[in-house]
């Protein structure tokens, strides 16, 4: 996928939209472009598009389909998650816990809610980059009302144990509201809220070849939550706004190829990952992994692998295969623009030269054994070349 | 009614037998900038320039006030030399100016066949006004609203308000130099400078990939753009990768003289630019003692380097002030962008603060640079800018 002669392993940034997935939008933007809400025929053409694709999204997480709000994107799907559940239920308390190692869409958000009352805690994780479940169940108390924790980090790749998670907190206080942000982990590992017993969980799009600009929230039917999105009363009134329905078209058959192909594609990005560290092994260069162990595929996803060359700074080693046409990038795509180090790797307790040297492989079902051979080249091409010069 | 601006200058009028030419760059400057606008027109007037449009009054307000070489700029009405016209114009000023209580009529008249003086028509109109706002009173020292009247051969000008302009001489009456544009603060802030003094820039900065991402380049192309709005409203930029000099250097040279060496690369690759361009000058952003590189010492050592006249505009200013402009000319948000202009893989953990300029050319004497430096000038990059505006 993509241009000839690039090898993109930047896939927890974005992905390549699948030529026949875009083929589906462009289908609908040129010809079923009525508004959902309209009361002629090609509004209603246009509404059952929509329908088909919060069927094909519900049955993925394996919820109702009055269950899933489509939004702009997972940040928005944050926002409202959170911002909407403390609002509704700050009268049965103002505890609010979040990880250490979460987006800055769900951090942001949470930072807001502090500046307006709320007591927000942040839960920290192990040298794994782990939640573990006592720590957690530590922090609740009589008075917290909602736990947001990701499923898979989107630097280091590390899984909660979410079932654990959620039933460790209810354990201490049953009407937790637990949210979880499953960017990452949507078809790469089993993601269905009834399971895992949580009651929010936020999607996007385009980490699976989807297009940009679309997302979603799941909510569970029975949670007190308010709508922070007011107007026409779209999405069952709550999420304003004439629906996307190119984007959510996209979406559902985004999720639906990645979940009917979860485990085959889990597979083959492990083996990517497997053949990976054993090239780099037998090079003569020295790595350090951060994060879970990468092949342990109960605590880390199939497809991020972040590791540190000792002495050489990440953004320098992501240049240097930028010249081969292979693209990495340095922490997570956000914060490698900002010139502080990472909080996630800050909350792993790395040392700050090996936290300024990580650099994120993140691979797609799509990535061949080819391609992860030439990364290997390269980089210890590479790696050698900057030693020299250091 | 306001069709027109009138534009003065005053340092230029003090020049001599030179200021038929200094008069013709600045004429050429303004039709150079409005160019891109319709329905404008430039003509000279004794003393003053005269720019009439018939829409966009804002954008070319906009432009005249990036216009070197104008001291102030004046919304003004053109009508015929006739006394009733004159006077319509008059009142037009009262009706954009409603809290005006006092006010003054002056008059000037480079026409001597008008039939009446200036003190007459001063006096004719005054009183016109008052007989149709008895509640105005005459102010002659300072008043509310002045009356400007300006009657010429086959027009007159009426106008109030006075704005102050850029100030400085006519970009590139003073001569053609050679900006080494980097993506920080101070450069584009010197580069201001020097077209404040008349010079007409080039700009080249030197990319260093894969040491330096391509966000760098696109940072400086967004300066250089900036920058134009001052150069004519176009700026050339000059890219010179530098990547194999830096290597070399890294490889072949004492690690502390390493800023010392490439700033003097820099220099010489400038100067070959600035022969080749037959430009007069080099400017730098350097300012004394702000880092080590900059010390009387290195400032000495790299100078050095070159024969040509090297111009430091912000040797004696403070980054306050230097912030200060760079906020005033709106380059600092780009400027503030975290991409790196240098590789922090280049910098030596202890640069020499005071480099001996015998231990430099030794250093210098172990490597044939001509080749190297030819190399990186024969595959410089050449991209014409056109002006952004703020």
Known sequence: MGTDNIIYLDNAATTAVAPEIAEAIKEIMVHNYGNPSSLHGLGLKAANHLRAARTTLASCLGTGEDEIIVTSGASEANNLALLGAALANQRKGRHIIYSAIEHPSVIEPMKFLSQKGFEVEVCPVNKHGIVEQPVLADMVRESTILVSIMMVNNEIGSVQNIAGLAKAARTVNQKVYFHSDCVQAFGKVMVKPRQLGIDMLSLSAHKLHGPKGVGALYLNKGIKWNSLSLGGGQEGGRRSGTENVPGAVGFALAAENACKNLEPDCRHMYSLKEHLLRLLGEQDIPFAVNGPDPLDSLYSAPHILNISFPGIRGEVLMHFLERDHIYISTGSACSSQKTKSSHVLKALNLPGERADGAVRISLSPCNNRQEIVRLVESLSRAVSQIRDLV | ?390
Not at chain 2, 4 to 20: M, P, Q, T, V
Not at chain 2, 118 to 132: D, F, T
Not at chain 2, 188 to 211: D, E, N, Q
Not at chain 2, 216 to 236: C, E, F, H, P, T
């Open chain 2, 1 to 390: 009614m306001f069709n027109a601006i009138l534009c003065r200058y005053g340092e230029l009028g003090l020049k001599g037998d030179n200021r038929g030419y200094f008069e013709k760059t600045l004429l050429s400057n303004i039709v150079q900038v409005l160019e891109p606008l319709a329905g404008v027109s430039v003509k000279r007037l004794s003393g003053r320039i005269l720019v009439t449009y018939q829409q966009n009054v804002e954008s070319v307000l906009e432009r005249l006030r990036l216009v070197f070489g104008l001291v102030s700029i004046s919304p003004a009405i053109v009508v015929k030399p006739d006394v009733e016209e004159i006077y319509q114009a008059a009142e037009h000023l009262f009706s954009g100016f409603y809290n005006a209580k006092t006010f003054a009529v002056r008059c000037r008249r480079s026409d001597k066949r008008f039939p009446m003086k200036s003190p007459q028509l001063g006096a004719w109109l005054g009183s016109r006004i008052i007989e149709n706002h008895p509640d105005l009173k005459v102010d002659l020292g300072s008043p509310d609203l002045a009356v400007n009247v300006e009657v010429r051969e086959s027009l007159a000008l009426v106008y109030a308000a006075v704005y102050p302009g850029p100030g400085g001489l006519p970009v590139s009456s003073s001569g053609h130099g050679v900006l080494l544009l980097s993506g920080g603060l101070d450069s584009p802030v010197a580069g201001w400078m020097a077209m404040k003094r008349g010079i007409k820039l080039t700009a080249v900065y030197y990319h260093s990939f894969p040491f330096t991402g391509d966000h760098a380049k696109q940072k400086v192309i967004d300066l250089a753009r900036r920058l134009a709005a001052y150069n004519r409203g176009s700026m050339q930029l000059v890219i010179v990768d530098v990547a194999s000099i830096q290597e070399t250097i890294i490889e072949r040279c004492p690690e502390k003289l390493r800023v010392t060496l490439l700033r003097r690369m820099m220099l010489r690759l400038a100067e070959s630019l600035a022969a080749q361009i037959k430009a007069q000058v080099l400017i730098t952003g350097d300012s004394v003692g702000q880092v080590a590189s900059q010390t009387l010492e290195s400032l000495n050592v790299i100078s050095e380097a070159v024969d040509m006249l090297l111009l430091r505009p912000l040797c004696a200013m403070d980054k306050t002030e230097i912030t200060a402009l760079a906020r005033q000319i709106a380059t600092y948000e780009t400027s503030i962008l975290p991409y790196q202009d240098c590789c922090s893989l280049f910098l030596p953990r202890h640069p020499a603060t005071r480099p001996a300029l015998r231990e430099t050319l030794q250093a210098e004497a172990l490597v044939e640079w001509q080749p190297l430096l030819e190399n990186a000038f024969n595959t410089r990059e050449v991209i014409n800018l056109a002006a952004s505006l703020s």
